[in-house]
Nanobody, 120 residues
Framework: QVQLVESGGGLMQPGGSLRLSCAAS????????MGWYRQAPGKQRELVAI??????NYGDSVKGRFSISRDNAKNTVNLQMNSLKPEDTAVYYC???????????????WGQGTLVTVSS
């Protein structure tokens, strides 16, 4: 079994910064890609950032403000969020693509989400 656990969400004023962290647990040999998605109330889930051996990709709305980083050895991924805006308010979900474990390969794994609220 593979689990993704997010942390670091909370309340921040516009212009502030937050850092989200996600840790994958289980008998993991490796993970191809890890990233972040978010979903605001009444809206579709959207890509925030993803990173793999092939590079990184950011959603247009966060380019220049957010930065993703990953520690392959620890199976963790972080999201540094700067210059936060009210429209960044959402539940942020950690995602892993192709998790290789002792029990097999998990193509698509999601965390439970962490709430980020940007408001004055």
């Amino acid at each position: 079994q593979v689990q993704l656990v997010e942390s670091g969400g909370g309340l921040m004023q516009p212009g502030g910064s937050l850092r989200l962290s996600c840790a994958a647990s289980g008998s993991i040999f490796g993970i191809y890609a890890m990233g972040w998605y978010r979903q605001a109330p009444g809206k579709q889930r959207e890509l925030v950032a993803i990173t793999s051996g092939g590079g990184t990709n950011y959603g247009d709305s966060v380019k220049g403000r957010f930065s993703i980083s990953r520690d392959n050895a620890k199976n963790t991924v972080n999201l540094q969020m700067n210059s936060l805006k009210p429209e960044d308010t959402a539940v942020y979900y950690c995602h892993a693509d192709s998790v290789f474990t002792r029990g097999g390969k998990y193509r698509d794994v999601w965390g439970q989400g962490t709430l980020v609220t940007v408001s004055s």
